[in-house]
Nanobody, 119 residues
Framework: QVQLVESGGGLVQPGGSLRLSCAASGSIFSINAMGWYRQAPGKQRELVADITSGGSTSYADSVKGRFTISGDNAKNTVYLQMNSLKPEDTAVYYC?????????????WGQGTQVTVSS
């Protein structure tokens, strides 16, 4: 009933920038929170950043000062602006959404988008 569509991944040189987008669509819902996770080969999936519908944000220490999460409530879309990218940022990035449908909260995941930082 709900799908998360991610876009914006790709190959970028160290020091470059990328902007990821994630749009939620489908059933009628309200957004509790949305966020970005990433998983590198051989590594645990980790929270990168998240944002609540009220605009509160949080970031992993490794990306503070470089990444910015933002949202457009009217479009049910969350963005991740990634600046000063480093090779260690290379990972599959997954969009996550906690959505309220009626009185229940549902947890949805996108399919992932590859970000590769390499010279």
């Amino acid at each position: 009933q709900v799908q998360l569509v991610e876009s914006g991944g790709g190959l970028v040189q160290p020091g470059g920038s990328l902007r990821l987008s994630c749009a939620a669509s489908g059933s009628i819902f309200s957004i509790n929170a949305m966020g970005w996770y990433r998983q590198a080969p051989g590594k645990q999936r980790e929270l990168v950043a998240d944002i609540t519908s009220g605009g509160s944000t949080s970031y992993a220490d490794s990306v503070k000062g470089r990444f910015t999460i933002s949202g457009d409530n009217a479009k049910n879309t969350v963005y991740l602006q990634m600046n000063s990218l480093k090779p260690e940022d290379t990972a599959v990035y997954y969009c996550n959404a906690d959505l309220r449908i009626g009185a229940r909260i549902y947890d949805y995941w996108g399919q992932g988008t590859q970000v590769t930082v390499s010279s």
